[in-house]
């Protein structure tokens, strides 16, 4: 079976820093991972995913993810936060074509 | 493209009443999915179809929900009798197979008073 951790259901950050949100999985056959970010009210929108190939995945509004095999991680960056990043962003994970599994969710809050 | 559409967007009901809910997903998206989403957590899948035949129910509680999707476009999810617990986000998905992108409506909010 397949799990995914976030940690921090709460992350802050002032608009021009760093953006880092952790996602951790397990899965016992080779993952597609994904990045969703929801906004109050809506449906979830994908940032990027990874099935295979280049390990560093480029997303929308200018996310970026990297998949370390090594460390079970799919963490999600982005250099400098803009106040519309506010939302919530969930990591999910589909081994395969089998059930997608979401995380928790990371609330992120960007301060002025 | 047109998005996945739900409706009602907001519903407001009593226990033990009944309610469903409606979804159009993209054109072509043979796979559905139906997510329970409960406030503060992640989305869990309840229902995938692949067209109209049922691929994954095994997290839908079958003795109060169920769900169709008739002629392998349009789908509805039914509640009968309602819980107070079950008062969540219902999230309707589609994707052109089931290893392809999932694209999220967005969502029914339902209330059980």
């Known amino acids: 079976a397949q799990s995914v951790t976030q940690l921090g259901s709460h992350v802050s950050v002032s608009e021009g820093a760093l953006v880092l949100l952790r996602c951790n999985y397990s899965?016992?056959?080779?993952?597609?991972l994904f990045w969703y970010v929801q906004y109050p009210n809506q449906g979830l929108q994908l940032l990027l995913k990874y099935t295979t190939g280049a390990t560093l995945v480029k997303g929308i509004n200018g996310f970026e993810a990297e998949f370390k095999k090594s460390e079970t991680s799919f963490h999600l960056t982005k250099p400098s936060a803009h106040m519309s990043d506010a939302a919530e962003y969930f990591c999910a994970v589909n081994p395969s074509g089998s059930r997608l599994t979401f995380g928790e969710g990371t609330q992120l809050t960007v301060n002025p | 493209e047109a998005g996945v559409a739900q409706s009602p967007r907001y519903k407001i009901i009593e226990k033990r009443q009944s309610v469903a809910f409606w979804c159009n997903p993209i054109s072509g998206h043979a796979t559905l999915y139906w997510y329970q989403q409960i406030l503060g957590q992640g989305p869990k899948l309840l229902i995938q179809f692949q067209n109209n035949g049922v691929v994954d129910d095994s997290q839908l509680p079958k003795d109060r929900f169920s769900a169709e999707r008739l002629k392998g476009v349009d789908s509805t999810l039914k509640i009968q009798p309602a819980k107070l617990e079950d008062s969540a986000v219902y999230l309707c998905a589609s994707s052109l197979d089931r290893v392809a992108t999932q694209y999220f409506g967005p969502g029914t909010r339902l209330l059980v008073l």
């Open positions: 899965s016992s056959v080779p993952p597609y």
